[in-house]
């Protein structure tokens, strides 16, 4: 596997680092949806919003990778075994 190009080192990293930060954002969009659903008990639609931003993010996140893999920003394990 060929070292990534010294002007593609930045972009891969700037990918990897929003991918990290969108995983972060996923996982606390789920827990305050928890924390609504528990306050609320239903009475609101803080939950149904939380849960509709994270399914956002998480679409956004994957339509991301894809994009960066089939760039060559980042390369997916070849042999995962």
Do not use: Q
Not at 22 to 44: E, N, P, Q
């Amino acid at each position: 596997m060929p070292a990534p190009s010294a002007n593609r080192a930045p972009c891969m990293l700037l990918v990897k680092l929003l991918i990290v930060i969108l995983l972060l954002f996923i996982v606390v969009s789920l827990f305050s949806a928890l924390y609504f659903m528990f306050t609320d008990k239903g009475r609101t639609k803080r939950t149904v919003r939380a849960l509709t931003v994270r399914i956002s993010l998480s679409i956004f996140a994957f339509i991301l990778i894809m994009v960066a893999i089939a760039t060559g920003l980042i390369e997916p394990n070849p042999r995962p075994f």
